[in-house]
């Protein structure tokens, strides 16, 4: 009888704490919660090719250069102490039609930090964005991609939106650029969320074929803030 309770007990527990998270929360589904976005529209034909860990000396000319070629932009996620080291390259990258947006200031496992430290590594990256007069981003990329409750919570405080991906090229581990090429064509679908590096040269060698190959298959490319902003609910 006692263990029936007990059981009974742990249920009702349960059903109270799913109810309470979702009220809270609402439902943290990675292709669009209230919380972020993780792809977009799966019904428009639409891609953003997102650079992290920016903004770095090697390769950017080049990385420019290519898409201002191919009249494209893209979304750079930039941590805040190299903006600060790379004011001009960061201003390059704005000035020429890029989004930037938040990437921490120092790059560390947010997840493993308090709420409030987690405010103040995203407030320091928007610091530096705001001496240098760029517009304020609405989307942070935590390092890594790791997210938790603390996070959301530090987000909803501060006004803003997890933007993560859906393709990853893990370009970083050095694979050679007709990887990254192969990986991004085939992978690709209406939505896809890109993730690369910068400073990375085989994705600077590889950004030419991939943005030649989405365009033949029909994708427009999109920064993320015109993905969020074209999703129809
Ligand atoms: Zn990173």
């Known amino acids: ?9 742990f249920k009702l527990i349960l059903i109270i704490l799913s109810l309470f998270l979702y009220l809270e929360f609402g439902i943290l589904n990675p292709e669009r919660a209230k919380y972020g976005i993780a792809s977009g529209d799966p019904f428009l034909n639409q891609v953003v090719l997102t650079f992290d860990d ?21 979304t750079f ?11 001009d390259i960061t201003k390059l990258i704005y000035n020429s039609g890029h989004e930037i947006a938040n990437h921490s200031y120092t790059h560390p496992k947010l997840f493993k930090l308090w709420v409030e430290k987690i405010m103040r590594e995203a407030e320091r990256c928007d610091e530096v964005m705001q001496n240098l007069n760029l517009r304020k981003t609405m989307f942070l990329r935590p390092p890594g991609g790791g997210f938790n409750i603390k996070i959301f919570n530090a987000m909803r405080r501060m006004n803003l939106k997890l933007g993560l991906w859906s393709l990853n090229t893990a370009d970083y581990t050095g694979r ?27 994705t600077v060698q590889a950004l030419p074929e991939i943005i030649k190959g989405l365009k033949a298959k029909g994708y427009e490319l999109v920064r993320l803030d015109d993905m969020w902003n074209c999703w129809r609910i």
Do not use: W
Not at 54 to 74: F, N, T, W, Y
């Open 1 to 9: 009888m006692l263990r029936k309770f007990l059981k009974f007990k």
């Open 54 to 74: 920016g903004p770095r000396e090697h390769g950017i000319q080049e990385l420019l250069s290519v898409m201002k070629d191919c009249d494209v932009h893209a």
């Open 77 to 87: 996620f930039l941590v805040g102490k190299f903006a600060e080291r790379y004011e």
């Open 176 to 202: 050679p650029a007709s990887e990254i090429i192969n990986l991004v064509l085939h992978g690709v679908k209406p939505g896809t969320i890109i993730l690369m590096h910068s400073g990375v040269p085989n």
